[in-house]
């Protein structure tokens, strides 16, 4: 794959981790904000009152979050040593979550199972996205139809909460779902601008 340390200077600057796009709305950034801390209550709320599966799981995924938004909305700021840290504190969240998932299998949690794995897949997909943003920029659409169909599946299990009553459960998956929409957005909004700076050809709407 064509990573981001073979894109052109201009667009990685003089660092090896994705562009930024903190050029944004302050009503955007606000709203992510917001998103954010809500799901840091819902993480307080699973560490005080749920299974040892849902406090792992909240806060690995919350670590997830906070680092995906780092780094696409700073990662032009950071050194090589802190994309390096930034890359292993996700994987272990990621193997956290990991741990999570399983637990829920042993549990019989089926729908929390089957949410995790949708999650984990999402992960991956993300990582190929901050790490490789010339492959995602060649290939934008078949990455944005991935991403779709995704989040169409974590979508449709908030249903399923609602139908068995879990009421908090389906309201903190809708929100992790638009705070990870976000992340999404913002990863499809730089591999545009990679795709475009690699052409030459000036990004529609930008001076």
């Known amino acids: 794959m064509n990573c981001i340390r073979s894109e052109p200077e201009r667009v990685v600057a003089a660092a090896p981790a994705v562009p930024s796009v903190r050029s944004g709305p302050r009503e955007y950034l606000w709203f992510k904000a917001t998103v954010f801390a809500l799901l ?6 699973f560490l005080a009152t749920g299974t040892l599966s849902e406090a792992i799981d909240a806060t690995a995924w919350l670590v997830l979050l906070a680092l995906f938004g780092l780094e ?6 950071f050194g090589e040593s802190s994309a390096t840290a930034i890359h292993g504190v996700r994987f272990a969240a990621a193997v956290a979550v990991g741990a999570a998932a399983i637990g829920y299998v042993r549990e019989r949690e089926w729908l929390d199972a089957i949410n995790s794995g949708l999650w984990i897949a999402v992960v991956v997909l993300l990582e190929i996205e901050v790490r490789c943003t010339g492959a995602v920029a060649r290939r934008r659409a078949w990455f944005a139809a991935v991403a779709a169909t995704l989040y169409s599946g974590l979508g449709a299990l908030i249903p399923a909460w ?4 879990e009421w908090f459960d389906a309201y903190d998956a809708a929100l992790w779902l638009i705070a990870f929409a976000a992340i999404e957005m913002d990863v499809l909004r730089i591999s545009r601008r990679v795709r475009y700076a690699k052409s030459g050809a000036p990004e529609p709407g930008h001076r």
């Open 40 to 45: 840091a209550w819902n993480t307080a709320v």
């Open 72 to 77: 696409t909305g700073w990662g032009d700021r």
């Open 162 to 165: 609602l139908w068995r009553g």
